[in-house]
Protein backbone atom coordinates (compact mmCIF):
# COMPACT_ATOMS: atom_id res chain seq x y z
CA UNK A 1 0.00 0.00 0.00
CA UNK A 2 0.81 4.08 -0.44
CA UNK A 3 1.01 5.11 2.63
CA UNK A 4 0.07 8.49 2.72
CA UNK A 5 1.41 10.78 6.14
CA UNK A 6 0.38 14.48 6.40
CA UNK A 7 2.16 17.43 8.20
CA UNK A 8 1.36 18.86 10.41
CA UNK A 9 -1.23 16.54 12.02
CA UNK A 10 -3.01 20.22 13.41
CA UNK A 11 -2.32 24.24 12.68
CA UNK A 12 -3.98 26.96 13.79
CA UNK A 13 -3.78 29.64 11.40
CA UNK A 14 -5.58 33.60 12.08
CA UNK A 15 -7.88 34.58 9.46
CA UNK A 16 -6.92 36.14 6.50
CA UNK A 17 -3.34 34.67 6.65
CA UNK A 18 -1.85 31.44 4.76
CA UNK A 19 -2.69 27.53 5.64
CA UNK A 20 -0.20 25.38 4.49
CA UNK A 21 -0.85 21.54 4.82
CA UNK A 22 1.97 18.89 3.25
CA UNK A 23 1.23 15.52 2.13
CA UNK A 24 3.98 12.87 1.22
CA UNK A 25 3.24 9.52 0.11
CA UNK A 26 5.63 6.58 0.25
CA UNK A 27 6.20 5.96 -3.63
CA UNK A 28 5.59 8.44 -6.70
CA UNK A 29 1.68 8.95 -7.70
CA UNK A 30 2.93 10.67 -10.88
CA UNK A 31 2.16 8.32 -14.05
CA UNK A 32 4.19 8.71 -16.72
CA UNK A 33 1.45 7.80 -19.15
CA UNK A 34 -0.34 10.49 -18.28
CA UNK A 35 2.10 12.84 -16.95
CA UNK A 36 -0.62 13.48 -14.08
CA UNK A 37 -0.14 13.18 -10.22
CA UNK A 38 -2.98 10.70 -8.77
CA UNK A 39 -3.39 12.55 -5.65
CA UNK A 40 -6.40 14.89 -4.26
CA UNK A 41 -7.51 16.77 -1.53
CA UNK A 42 -10.67 17.30 0.72
CA UNK A 43 -12.18 19.33 3.19
CA UNK A 44 -14.31 17.50 5.95
CA UNK A 45 -16.35 19.59 8.54
CA UNK A 46 -17.97 17.95 11.42
CA UNK A 47 -20.60 15.51 11.25
CA UNK A 48 -20.39 15.76 7.52
CA UNK A 49 -18.76 13.91 4.63
CA UNK A 50 -15.36 14.92 2.63
CA UNK A 51 -15.89 17.52 0.13
CA UNK A 52 -13.79 17.00 -2.89
CA UNK A 53 -11.38 20.31 -2.97
CA UNK A 54 -8.53 19.27 -6.06
CA UNK A 55 -7.58 16.60 -7.73
CA UNK A 56 -4.63 15.61 -10.15
CA UNK A 57 -2.91 17.61 -7.38
CA UNK A 58 -3.63 21.19 -8.82
CA UNK A 59 -7.06 21.21 -10.90
CA UNK A 60 -9.43 23.17 -8.73
CA UNK A 61 -12.98 21.27 -8.08
CA UNK A 62 -15.71 23.45 -9.35
CA UNK A 63 -17.42 25.73 -7.11
CA UNK A 64 -14.27 25.35 -4.96
CA UNK A 65 -12.30 29.10 -4.14
CA UNK A 66 -9.29 30.05 -5.95
CA UNK A 67 -8.22 30.32 -2.41
CA UNK A 68 -7.24 26.81 -2.56
CA UNK A 69 -4.65 25.67 -4.36
CA UNK A 70 -2.81 22.62 -5.23
CA UNK A 71 1.05 21.52 -5.71
CA UNK A 72 3.57 19.14 -6.22
CA UNK A 73 4.86 16.15 -7.93
CA UNK A 74 6.04 12.34 -7.63
CA UNK A 75 5.87 11.95 -3.59
CA UNK A 76 5.47 15.24 -2.35
CA UNK A 77 2.16 17.76 -2.41
CA UNK A 78 0.97 21.51 -0.47
CA UNK A 79 -2.58 22.13 -0.11
CA UNK A 80 -2.33 25.82 0.35
CA UNK A 81 -5.35 28.23 1.33
CA UNK A 82 -3.96 31.87 0.88
CA UNK A 83 -6.53 34.24 2.92
CA UNK A 84 -8.06 31.74 5.57
CA UNK A 85 -11.83 32.45 6.27
CA UNK A 86 -13.42 30.97 9.13
CA UNK A 87 -15.67 29.21 6.75
CA UNK A 88 -12.35 26.75 6.21
CA UNK A 89 -11.88 25.33 9.85
CA UNK A 90 -12.36 21.70 8.91
CA UNK A 91 -9.94 18.59 8.61
CA UNK A 92 -8.06 18.05 5.45
CA UNK A 93 -7.01 15.09 3.81
CA UNK A 94 -4.88 14.10 0.99
CA UNK A 95 -5.55 11.10 -1.01
CA UNK A 96 -3.66 9.09 -3.56
CA UNK A 97 -5.36 7.07 -6.49
CA UNK A 98 -2.50 6.09 -7.96
CA UNK A 99 -2.71 2.23 -5.98
CA UNK A 100 -5.43 1.23 -4.72
CA UNK A 101 -6.88 4.17 -2.86
CA UNK A 102 -5.56 5.28 0.63
CA UNK A 103 -5.92 9.05 2.76
CA UNK A 104 -2.94 10.73 5.11
CA UNK A 105 -3.99 10.63 8.46
CA UNK A 106 -5.75 14.00 8.31
CA UNK A 107 -4.70 17.94 8.95
CA UNK A 108 -6.86 19.61 11.78
CA UNK A 109 -7.12 23.22 10.70
CA UNK A 110 -8.46 25.37 13.19
CA UNK A 111 -8.72 29.38 13.58
CA UNK A 112 -6.21 31.28 15.73
CA UNK B 1 -27.20 16.13 -9.86
CA UNK B 2 -26.10 12.49 -8.21
CA UNK B 3 -27.21 12.61 -4.78
CA UNK B 4 -25.83 8.81 -2.38
CA UNK B 5 -27.77 8.00 1.26
CA UNK B 6 -26.93 5.38 3.18
CA UNK B 7 -28.72 3.29 5.48
CA UNK B 8 -28.98 0.39 7.40
CA UNK B 9 -29.05 -0.44 11.46
CA UNK B 10 -27.30 1.51 13.55
CA UNK B 11 -25.82 -1.12 16.19
CA UNK B 12 -24.88 -4.52 15.60
CA UNK B 13 -23.58 -7.34 17.92
CA UNK B 14 -20.07 -8.47 17.82
CA UNK B 15 -19.41 -11.90 15.74
CA UNK B 16 -22.60 -10.60 13.53
CA UNK B 17 -22.93 -9.07 10.04
CA UNK B 18 -23.24 -5.80 9.38
CA UNK B 19 -25.29 -4.94 6.32
CA UNK B 20 -25.67 -1.65 4.91
CA UNK B 21 -27.64 -0.15 1.45
CA UNK B 22 -26.77 2.95 -0.76
CA UNK B 23 -29.47 4.57 -2.55
CA UNK B 24 -28.12 6.32 -5.68
CA UNK B 25 -30.65 9.06 -7.05
CA UNK B 26 -30.18 11.56 -9.70
CA UNK B 27 -28.52 9.22 -11.87
CA UNK B 28 -27.74 5.92 -12.92
CA UNK B 29 -26.00 3.80 -11.15
CA UNK B 30 -24.65 2.36 -14.87
CA UNK B 31 -21.38 2.78 -15.92
CA UNK B 32 -19.34 3.86 -12.43
CA UNK B 33 -17.61 2.19 -9.78
CA UNK B 34 -18.96 2.80 -6.56
CA UNK B 35 -17.07 2.59 -3.11
CA UNK B 36 -17.78 1.92 0.41
CA UNK B 37 -15.12 4.20 3.05
CA UNK B 38 -15.16 3.84 6.72
CA UNK B 39 -14.20 6.14 9.41
CA UNK B 40 -13.82 5.37 12.92
CA UNK B 41 -14.86 8.09 15.36
CA UNK B 42 -12.23 10.65 14.97
CA UNK B 43 -9.94 8.58 13.04
CA UNK B 44 -8.89 8.85 9.25
CA UNK B 45 -10.49 7.28 6.18
CA UNK B 46 -10.34 3.87 4.81
CA UNK B 47 -11.09 2.73 1.84
CA UNK B 48 -13.03 -0.84 1.90
CA UNK B 49 -13.57 -1.93 -1.26
CA UNK B 50 -15.34 -0.98 -4.62
CA UNK B 51 -17.95 -2.33 -7.36
CA UNK B 52 -18.69 -1.49 -10.43
CA UNK B 53 -22.39 -1.71 -12.00
CA UNK B 54 -21.25 -4.85 -14.29
CA UNK B 55 -20.58 -6.83 -10.65
CA UNK B 56 -17.27 -6.70 -10.49
CA UNK B 57 -15.52 -6.05 -7.36
CA UNK B 58 -12.31 -5.00 -6.02
CA UNK B 59 -11.47 -5.13 -1.86
CA UNK B 60 -9.33 -3.90 1.01
CA UNK B 61 -7.12 -6.93 1.50
CA UNK B 62 -7.02 -6.15 5.02
CA UNK B 63 -10.58 -7.21 4.96
CA UNK B 64 -11.49 -9.34 1.87
CA UNK B 65 -12.26 -12.13 3.50
CA UNK B 66 -15.21 -10.53 5.25
CA UNK B 67 -16.48 -8.34 3.20
CA UNK B 68 -19.17 -8.42 0.36
CA UNK B 69 -20.31 -5.70 -2.27
CA UNK B 70 -23.69 -6.27 -4.30
CA UNK B 71 -25.46 -4.03 -6.76
CA UNK B 72 -29.36 -3.80 -7.33
CA UNK B 73 -29.66 -1.88 -10.84
CA UNK B 74 -32.96 -2.22 -11.05
CA UNK B 75 -33.40 -0.14 -7.67
CA UNK B 76 -30.46 2.09 -8.29
CA UNK B 77 -28.81 0.36 -4.73
CA UNK B 78 -25.34 -0.67 -3.75
CA UNK B 79 -25.20 -2.90 -0.59
CA UNK B 80 -22.21 -3.88 1.64
CA UNK B 81 -22.12 -7.17 4.16
CA UNK B 82 -19.55 -7.48 6.61
CA UNK B 83 -19.32 -10.23 8.44
CA UNK B 84 -17.67 -11.42 11.69
CA UNK B 85 -17.70 -7.74 13.10
CA UNK B 86 -15.74 -6.61 16.17
CA UNK B 87 -15.69 -3.45 18.37
CA UNK B 88 -12.92 -2.06 15.55
CA UNK B 89 -15.37 -2.25 12.72
CA UNK B 90 -17.55 0.74 14.49
CA UNK B 91 -17.47 3.52 12.41
CA UNK B 92 -19.16 6.02 10.08
CA UNK B 93 -19.62 4.04 6.75
CA UNK B 94 -19.51 6.13 3.56
CA UNK B 95 -20.59 5.04 -0.07
CA UNK B 96 -19.20 7.25 -2.97
CA UNK B 97 -18.56 7.27 -6.55
CA UNK B 98 -15.50 7.36 -8.05
CA UNK B 99 -14.29 9.70 -11.11
CA UNK B 100 -13.79 6.60 -13.92
CA UNK B 101 -12.10 8.16 -17.19
CA UNK B 102 -13.48 5.55 -19.67
CA UNK B 103 -11.13 5.87 -22.36
CA UNK B 104 -8.27 5.30 -20.50
CA UNK B 105 -10.08 2.94 -17.80
CA UNK B 106 -8.58 4.42 -14.65
CA UNK B 107 -10.32 4.58 -11.56
CA UNK B 108 -9.83 7.46 -9.89
CA UNK B 109 -11.07 10.17 -6.52
CA UNK B 110 -14.33 9.96 -4.90
CA UNK B 111 -17.15 12.05 -5.68
CA UNK B 112 -19.79 12.62 -4.33
CA UNK B 113 -19.98 10.97 -1.19
CA UNK B 114 -23.09 10.15 0.94
CA UNK B 115 -23.50 11.51 3.85
CA UNK B 116 -22.68 8.50 6.16
CA UNK B 117 -24.41 6.20 8.51
CA UNK B 118 -22.90 5.21 12.18
CA UNK B 119 -22.56 1.31 12.90
CA UNK B 120 -21.37 0.62 16.38
CA UNK B 121 -20.50 -2.62 17.42
CA UNK B 122 -21.34 -3.23 20.94
CA UNK B 123 -23.41 -6.18 22.50
Known amino acids: DIVMTQSPDSLAVSLGERATINCKSS????????????LAWYQQKPGQSPKLLIYWASTRESGVPDRFSGSGSGTDFTLTISSLQAEDAAVYYC????????FGQGTKLEIK | QVQLQESGPGLVKPSETLSLTCSVS????????WSWIRQPPGKGLEWIGY???????KYNPSLKSRVTMSIDSSKNQLSLKLTSVTAADTAVYYC?????????????????WGQGTLVTVSS
Open chain 2, 51 to 57: IYYSRST
Open chain 1, 95 to 102: HQYYDSWT
Open chain 2, 96 to 112: ARHHYDILTGQINWFDP
Open chain 1, 27 to 38: QSVLYTANSKNH
Open chain 2, 26 to 33: GGSISSYY
